[in-house]
């Protein structure tokens, strides 16, 4: 089994090691149960409540799924992602700023560049705030659309739209797509307007320009009124505003020549307050708000997903001891029922062990080593195996940190049915006293004798190496 280099693997704080999570439950239900004993095993010996032994599992067995790296690419092409919106609202803003001043060789008109610069930011910026109570798609912004557009497009790989599904389905649990989304636009839209503002004053700073204003049918009034209802908020700040006469003025023909300073204060002013600024207050609502929402997701349990390895991840026998006997179908312990060919070996093997102890153990016969037993696969060979050969004496060693299980306890009985004498071994660092004699009454309830427990290596190797009775 490949699993991903320590020294490369990613660092996931608490939310991406749910958003992992929840990416396992998604592929579980569309592809089924993954062969996960090992990191069932894991999330076990770990301990804590049901929701950190599932993050344990996930976080296992991504390791080997292609989940972990497909987050880990989804982080380089959201950046990569991320730098061509950002490119591409640069050029927008820099465009239209550019396109509504045009190259100074006539006046500009006041009414067309302002709705050039701010017409779209304010409609979008509309959109979005009754996207909050209209159904208006998820988050009533185009920006975020197309967004989730170009990740999905990055998406092509399984594993990648696991984990973006994920999220999106967390988003969605968390009730943030709003938020999320919100991020997104008002983001590069920020940009956008930025960049704008910047190309404004370049322009400004370098040519002439004129100011005027155009109607056949407004009257001049309606001129006015705009103008200083756009200005008032920055008038408070004690910038110069352009007056009646000034608007007046920028009726005729061409613009006054004394009024040019005042009206591009007048323009920069406007795309300042009533663009950059509400996109920046706006943009940190969303992120503060997304943050809270990542701080606030915990696993929905109940999740059909999730309730299925609730009895997995915390078995029936735990630190309270075994709630539950064993159901008469479980295979009983075949101690000594000699049934063995002539010259079978012996052998020892190791039943899901945590990857912290070492197998095999020193001072062991290699030549009798059978291995690890941590998947059905394995199992099923070391069946084969015994099946085929038998075994004359067959030590078993278990993590006595963990709890016994039905499955543990069933597969130590079907293997002694293929040895003459079967002891189990108490592998490792040596557990709380509750939690041995756990293990030694679920051993004692499939009919294992105490003769046939062992604690220590030196009585494990002893046992393994003696003389058959």
């Known amino acids: ?66 989940l972990l790296a497909a987050m880990t690419n989804l982080r380089q092409h959201t950046a990569l992602i991320g730098l061509i919106a950002l490119a591409l609202a640069i050029i927008a803003g820099a465009g239209t700023a550019s396109a509504v001043l045009g190259d100074g060789a006539r006046p500009v008109n006041v009414i067309w560049a302002i709705s050039g610069l701010l017409g779209f930011h304010v409609i979008s910026l509309l959109l979005w705030l009754m996207g909050r109570w209209l159904p208006l798609g998820t988050s009533g912004s185009l920006a975020g659309q197309l967004w989730l557009r170009a990740r999905e497009r990055f998406g092509a790989s399984h594993a990648l739209a696991w984990i973006i599904q994920a999220q999106g389905s967390i988003a969605r649990q968390t009730g943030a797509s709003y938020w999320w989304l919100g991020r997104i636009s008002h983001g590069l839209w920020l940009v956008t307007l930025i960049a704008a503002l910047m190309t404004l004053v370049f322009l400004l700073a370098t040519r002439r320009y004129g100011f005027v204003w155009e109607t056949t049918i407004l009257p001049a009034n309606a001129f006015i009124q705009l103008t200083q209802a756009l200005g008032a908020l920055p008038a408070m700040l004690g910038i110069g505003m352009p007056d009646p006469d000034m608007v007046l003025n920028a009726g005729g ?127 099923h060979q070391a069946l084969d195996r015994l099946a085929q050969h038998g075994a004359s004496r067959l030590l078993i060693a278990v993590d006595a940190r963990l709890s016994p299980d039905r499955g543990a306890l069933a597969v130590i009985a079907e293997l002694s049915r293929y040895a003459d004498d079967t002891a189990i071994w108490f592998y490792g660092q040596a557990a709380d006293t509750a939690r041995i004699d756990h293990w030694r009454e679920a051993l004692h309830q499939i009919g294992l004798a105490s003769d046939h427990i062992v604690n220590t290596t030196d009585i494990a190797r002893a046992w393994l190496e003696a003389d058959h009775d």
């Open 1 to 66: 089994m490949t699993t991903t280099d320590t020294a490369t693997r990613p660092t996931l704080d608490a939310f991406e090691q749910r958003w992992l999570a929840e990416a396992m439950r998604l592929r579980e239900n569309t592809t089924g149960p993954a062969d996960d004993a090992v990191a069932v095993r894991r999330a076990r010996t770990a301990g804590g409540d049901v929701e950190q032994r599932i993050i344990v599992r996930a976080t296992t067995l991504a390791d080997t799924n292609g």
């Open 253 to 379: 023909a061409s613009g006054i020549d004394a009024d040019r300073q005042v009206w591009s204060a007048w323009l920069v002013a406007s795309v300042l307050f009533y663009g950059a600024l509400p996109r920046a207050a706006l943009l940190l609502i969303c992120h503060l708000r997304w943050r809270r929402a990542q701080g606030a997701f915990r696993l929905d349990l109940s999740l059909p997903g999730y309730a299925v390895l609730r009895n997995r991840l915390t078995p029936d026998v735990e630190h309270s001891g075994i709630r539950s006997a064993a159901p008469a179908s479980l295979p009983s312990f075949h101690t000594a029922h000699r049934t063995i060919a002539a010259g079978a070996r012996r052998c020892f093997m190791a039943l899901e062990l945590a990857d912290d102890l070492a197998w095999p153990p020193d001072g062991f016969p290699t030549a009798l080593d059978a291995g690890r037993i941590d998947s059905r696969e394995a199992r």
